[in-house]
């Protein structure tokens, strides 16, 4: 499955509430790991890690 949006960010570690609203979920935290991605379970939205961002340590 295609994600349904794609956002770029600096941090491998994100929060998602699908936009908030009526078409929202609970807020989730999720944290990329080697392959520099993340989609979000509810809604299906995909996180990627910036070229050159380091990695949230942990």
Not at 36 to 58: M, N, T, W
Request: hydrophobic residues 30%.
């Amino acid at each position: 499955m295609e994600p349904i949006e794609t956002e770029i960010v600096a941090e491998s570690r994100v929060a998602c509430n699908g936009g908030g609203g009526p078409s929202g979920h609970p807020k989730v935290y999720l944290t990329m790991g080697e392959e520099g991605h993340v989609d979000c379970p509810y809604c299906g939205k995909r996180f990627v890690l910036k070229e050159g961002a380091a990695a949230h340590a942990h």
